[in-house]
C-alpha cells in the first residue's frame, strides 16, 4: 500500500508499505476512504513531541470501509463503512468502565497518562494511523461505529476528533448560561469550540489569534467576536477591559505547544526538549479568565515540564480541566445536532488533497498558506 512516512522534523514522504495484517482475533483491516491532518500532526511534523520515530505513519482522523476482520469480532462485518475514534481503548478496564476512553490502562506501555493514540509518537502506544490506504483496528469490536446512512463522510470524519475534541473542550468548561467564553485558538478545534459553546448557553463568544482569515471564519462559521492579538500591546489587558475588568468566565485554550513564543521557549521547547513547547496560550488563559473561573485545555502538550504559572492559578482560584477526547461518549449528542442542523463540521473543510501530494497539504497547513483551515486526504485506494 501507499502510506505517508515520517523522515524527521519536517520531512515527510509517501512511500510502498505492507498492507497491515490481522494481529489479534479483535482486529480489523480498514481500507481507508477519508483521512485528515490535524493540528496536532504538526506538533509531531515541528520535531515537538518525544519519540516520534522514523517510519511512523501519522493519522489518527479517519473513516473507511472494513476490508477484513479477526476471528472473535462480533460487531462488524467485510464492507461495513465505519467512522473510528482516534482513541485505541479496550472498553472494560478500570478507564474505560468509567468512559475514560482516552486513558485506557491496557492499550498504551506509557498508561501511566494518555492511552493509545492512532498515527501518533511512541508514548501514545505506537500505533500506525490512517494516512495511508490501510489501517489496522485494535479492538474492533469497541471504537469503531458504522456511519449512519443519512450522515456525509466528511462529517462523519470531523468527528473522529476535531469536532468531538472541540465539543469537549467546551464541556469541560462547565459553561453557564449567559458566560463570557474566550477561545484561544481559531483552528478547527477552536472554531468547533467556539461553535459548542453557544449550544452550551454561553452569553458571548470571543475566539483569538493572529491570522486574519481564521477569525474570519470564526466570525462566519461561529459566529463569535474575535481579536487579533497582535494589533494589542498587551491582550490580558484588553480581555480585562472588554469584560468589565473581570476576566472571562471560561477560557479554552485551543492552541497548545505551537503557541507562539519567545526565542528562548521556542529554543527549550523544540530544540532542546527542556518543556512541552511554548506555554504562552496556557499563561494567556490564566491571566484572562476572572478569579474562580474554568480554564479549559485541549491544546497538545509535550509530557515534559512547561513554565506554566501554576501560582497565579491558584491564587486565583481557578478550575482546569483538561484531557484528550474520549471521542465516542461525545456522538450521540453530536449525531442530535448534526441531523438538527445546528452543526455542519465539513463547512470548515478548505483543502482535499490526493494521499500523494500530502507532504505538499503538510506544508500548505503548517504554513498557513492558501487560507488553509482542515485539510482532508483522499487515499488512492479503490
Known amino acids: 500500500m501507499r502510506a505517508m512516512v515520517y523522515r524527521g522534523p519536517y520531512r515527510i514522504r509517501v512511500e510502498e508499505k505492507d498492507v497491515p495484517a490481522i494481529e489479534h482475533p479483535n482486529d480489523a483491516i480498514v481500507r481507508v476512504a477519508l483521512a485528515a491532518i490535524c493540528g496536532s500532526d504538526l506538533h509531531l511534523y515541528h520535531g515537538l513531541m518525544p519519540d516520534t520515530r522514523v517510519g511512523t505513519t501519522f493519522g489518527h482522523e479517519f473513516i473507511g470501509v472494513v476490508e477484513q476482520v479477526g476471528s472473535s469480532v462480533e460487531n462488524l462485518q467485510v464492507g461495513d463503512r465505519v467512522m473510528v475514534p482516534f482513541n485505541v ?212 502538550y509535550g509530557p515534559v515540564f512547561s513554565a506554566v504559572k501554576f501560582g497565579d492559578a491558584v491564587n486565583k482560584g481557578l478550575t482546569l480541566r483538561m484531557n484528550q477526547c474520549p471521542v465516542k461518549r461525545q456522538w450521540p449528542r453530536l449525531f442530535e445536532h448534526i441531523r438538527n442542523g445546528y452543526l455542519k463540521p465539513n463547512d470548515i473543510v478548505t483543502h482535499r488533497i490526493p494521499l500523494e501530494h500530502i507532504a505538499e497539504g503538510y506544508h500548505i497547513f503548517s504554513a498557513k498558506l492558501d487560507g488553509c483551515i482542515k485539510p482532508l486526504i483522499v487515499p488512492s485506494a479503490s
Open 89 to 300: 481503548y479496550c472498553g472494560s478496564c478500570f478507564f474505560c468502565a468509567r468512559g475514560l476512553y482516552s486513558n485506557c490502562h491496557n492499550v498504551n506501555p506509557n498508561a501511566t497518562a494518555v492511552g493509545g493514540i492512532y498515527g501518533y509518537s511512541h508514548t501514545t502506544g505506537g500505533y500506525h494511523g490512517g494516512q495511508a490506504e490501510y489501517v489496522r483496528v485494535p479492538f474492533a469490536d469497541v471504537g469503531p461505529q458504522k456511519i449512519p446512512e443519512w450522515i456525509d463522510d466528511e462529517d462523519a470524519l470531523l468527528m473522529t476528533d476535531a469536532l468531538s475534541t472541540g465539543y469537549f473542550g467546551a464541556q469541560l468548561g462547565d459553561i453557564e448560561e449567559g458566560d463570557v467564553v474566550m477561545v484561544l485558538g481559531a483552528g478547527p478545534v477552536g472554531l468547533f469550540a467556539a461553535k459548542s459553546a453557544w449550544l452550551m448557553g454561553a452569553g458571548r463568544v470571543i475566539v483569538v489569534d493572529h491570522l486574519e482569515y481564521r477569525l474570519e471564519k470564526a466570525r462566519t462559521f461561529a459566529h463569535a467576536e474575535t481579536v487579533n492579538f497582535t494589533e494589542h500591546d498587551d491582550l490580558i489587558v484588553h480581555m480585562k477591559r472588554t469584560t468589565d475588568h473581570l476576566g472571562a468566565d471560561v477560557v479554552i485554550d485551543c492552541v497548545g505547544a505551537e503557541a507562539d513564543g519567545s526565542f528562548f521557549q521556542h529554543l527549550t521547547g523544540s530544540r532542546l526538549k527542556l518543556q512541552g513547547g511554548s506555554p504562552i496560550a496556557l499563561n494567556w488563559a490564566i491571566d484572562s479568565v476572572r478569579k474562580g473561573g474554568t480554564i479549559s485545555v485541549m491544546g497538545a
